[in-house]
């Protein structure tokens, strides 16, 4: 919708004619919708949105977050109850917590190079694991794990919905 507001502005500028609008401001402007529309197409990173954001990508990641839908994607079996009571805290120095009620998981998180992935290393251990985002808003967070560890009952790929704790 703001992208089509803006180009009914634009258009008025650079199609109308009045004596206030000079021919340089409507060439300074064009010049700078040529040049902001290349970063308007890369917004919408994620398949599930936003398409587009003013907050950074890390700035929607630093939160508390709780687990509030996990199910496994190929049998679409409803994993949430594996999950009561837990939640992630990912922090602006790139630690994180992950608490399941009796114990916690820390280490250090960080976006892949392309930034539709965050890998979090646990402390003590030399590799990380590798959560594909599929969503992330200010108030949704969702990613997706590959398991390589398939047990019999449970799904090889998981989805985990997330909101702010």
């Given at each position: ?34 040049a902001v529309i ?128």
């Amino acid at each position: 919708m703001l992208i089509y507001i803006f180009y009914l502005h634009l258009h008025k500028v650079l199609f109308t004619t009045t004596k206030s609008k000079t021919m340089k401001t409507k060439i300074l402007l064009l010049c700078f919708s040529i040049a902001v529309i290349p970063f308007i197409d890369g917004c919408g990173k994620y398949e599930e949105g936003p398409a587009f954001s003013l907050s950074s990508k890390k700035g929607r990641v630093v939160n508390t977050w709780k687990f509030e839908k996990v199910f496994g994607v190929e049998k679409g079996e409803d994993l949430t109850s594996y999950y009561t009571g837990e939640y992630i805290e990912f922090k602006k120095d790139g630690s994180y917590i992950w608490t399941d009620g009796s114990s916690s998981d820390v280490g250090t998180w960080a976006f892949a190079a392309d930034k539709e992935d965050i890998v979090l290393t646990g402390n003590g251990t030399s590799g990380g694991e590798t959560y594909h985002i599929i969503k992330l808003k200010g108030k949704e967070f969702w990613f997706r794990y590959e398991v390589t560890n398939v047990c019999g009952y449970c799904s090889a790929t998981k989805e985990f919905h997330l909101s702010p704790r």
